[in-house]
């Protein structure tokens, strides 16, 4: 079932995508905008506009012990969209870049795959998808995936 199919369509209303950098490590921006763009039209999401958060470790472990009384570090944390005071549907994620490194050395891939991956991950957090079993969380990984497809030239390997 998807999340959104009871609420009204945005039309071609385009994706606002907004991103602060807290943090001091270099990141793809416009990827990570196209991917937001491209998970949010993938799903024919009701969102308006969406603001992603970069962070480092220490401000991400912060975040996940003060709003889900986790004290570690991780790697996205996102917020379910709401209706703004102008009527406009808003939604916010956090991602630490220094996670995404770590995982993407374990996983064999870039930085930038895995910053997009995770922004396609909040998006779909956004919109009303969970990962709170192991079969929505294989769902939410197989709609994931499917949205990455068009970005592989950004990050299957990494380059040695």
Known sequence: MHPNKDRPKRGNRPLRVEIRDLQDQPFDGDLLTRVAVAASEAETADLDCFSIVVVDNHTMQRLNRELLNADRPTD???FEAEAGPDGQTEAEAYISLEQAAL???????TVEWELAFLVAHAILHAIGYSDSDEETKQMMLDKQTAIMKQFEEHARSVQH
């Open 76 to 78: 996205v944390i996102a």
């Open 103 to 109: 995982q993407a050395a374990e996983r064999g891939h």
